[in-house]
């Protein structure tokens, strides 16, 4: 079946240090990948995606790339900011899903420091 | 543009008192619906899913029911809720774009059952 398993946090840093959120998947074929941000108090929002092996989503200073042969799709940033503090979930749709039903992560709670 | 309204933000329900959470969504015609939960210390959890009026999917058994009586409405309900159904649902709406289903969440409620 269709899993995902992410890093267990939560994770602190100071502000511009580097970040790596691990995120590796299960699934058959080639899923789409996601990643949500979930700031305290509010809903998800979509931060990057990739659709299909070798993609790199990006936005916010954010990345993340499709590895199909390691099943990951790592989320990194060169320098966080506090603003960046926040619950950071990997997921997954299955490949050729017309459902849209995501498979998510534990999620990881990310706490930036000035 | 669309949007998606979730609401009430918060809840505070005794144990054994009913439940409606209602979502709405605007701007976009036979979305597909989701209701997610997000209980303490853990992922997200499909509990329902909707591709048309009077559709309903149940990913999982529980005390909770859900309807969707207008093309873009969708509402969550418990006719007796439990200290179990305390947590955070998430209404969410897909939509195609970059050969994936990309799905798109409200603000939440939080419900706290005591």
């Known amino acids: 079946g269709n899993s995902v398993t992410q890093m267990e946090g939560p994770v602190t840093l100071s502000e511009e240090a580097f970040l790596t959120i691990n995120c590796t998947y299960t699934?058959?074929?080639?899923?789409?990948l996601f990643w949500y941000v979930q700031y305290p108090g509010e809903g998800l929002q979509l931060l990057l995606k990739?659709?299909?092996?070798?993609d790199k989503g990006s936005n916010k200073g954010f990345e993340a790339t499709y590895r199909k042969e390691t099943t990951s799709f790592h989320l990194e940033k060169g320098s966080v900011q506090v603003s960046d503090s926040a619950v950071y979930f990997c997921?997954?749709?299955?490949?050729?899903?017309?459902?849209?039903?995501?498979?998510f992560g534990r999620g990881t709670q990310l706490t930036v420091w000035p | 543009s669309q949007t998606i309204h979730q609401w009430p933000a918060t809840l505070v329900q005794p144990v054994g008192s009913p439940l409606s959470l209602e979502c709405t969504v605007e701007?976009?015609?036979?979305?597909?619906l989701y209701w997610y939960r997000q209980a303490a210390g853990r992922g997200l959890q499909l509990l329902f899913y909707?591709?048309?009026?009077?559709?309903i999917s149940s990913e999982v058994p529980q005390n909770l029911s859900a309807s969707r009586p207008q093309d873009r409405q969708f509402i969550l309900s418990s006719k007796k809720l439990l200290l179990s159904d305390s947590g955070f649902y998430l209404c969410?709406?897909?939509?195609?774009?970059?050969?994936?289903?990309?799905?798109?969440f409200g603000q939440g409620t939080r419900l706290t059952v005591v």
């Open positions: 969410a709406w897909a939509k195609k774009r970059d050969r994936t289903l990309e799905a798109f």
């Open positions: 699934a058959t074929g080639y899923p789409s």
């Open positions: 990739a659709t299909k092996a070798d």
């Open positions: 997921a997954l749709t299955s490949p050729g899903s017309t459902l849209g039903r995501l498979y």
């Open positions: 701007g976009t015609s036979n979305p597909n």
């Open positions: 909707s591709v048309g009026i009077g559709q």
